[in-house]
Nanobody
Framework: VQPVVSGGGLVQAGGSLRLSCAAS????????AGWYRQASGNQRELVAD?????????ADSVKGRFTISRDNGADNDMIHLQMNDLKPEDTGVYYC???????????WGQGTQVTVSS
């Protein structure tokens, strides 16, 4: 079972994109949800995450531009990453990370490519 990621694509600098991650309530807890990214040649890094109590942390490089949010549903929760004022350095593959019941390591969704042209 994996989170299902949608969104991503090609956008010009200054533009916006919204990523979404669908989390089945039967598989994933609400304890943690995060968005990470990996640029070519770099390690995967945290972009933003949200805990069950609503605490949010955001990477300094995207503060004021990216927003993480969560919509809780009966069968599926949606975790969104709204990305505004995109910059070429935001280019990379973006991943959603969730926790399955009974596990302490993340389950990763399929990556989605975000490309920002200058």
């Amino acid at each position: 079972v994996q989170p299902v990621v949608s969104g991503g694509g090609l956008v010009q600098a200054g533009g916006s994109l919204r990523l979404s991650c669908a989390a089945s309530r039967s598989a994933f807890t609400r304890n943690y949800a995060g968005w990470y990214r990996q640029a070519s040649g770099n390690q995967r890094e945290l972009v933003a995450d949200i805990a069950s109590d609503g605490r949010i942390q955001v990477a300094d490089s995207v503060k004021g531009r990216f927003t993480i949010s969560r919509d809780n549903g009966a069968d599926n929760d949606m975790i969104h990453l709204q990305m505004n004022d995109l910059k070429p350095e935001d280019t990379g593959v973006y991943y959603c990370a969730l926790l399955r019941y009974g596990r302490t390591t993340y389950t990763w969704g399929q990556g989605t490519q975000v490309t920002v042209s200058s």
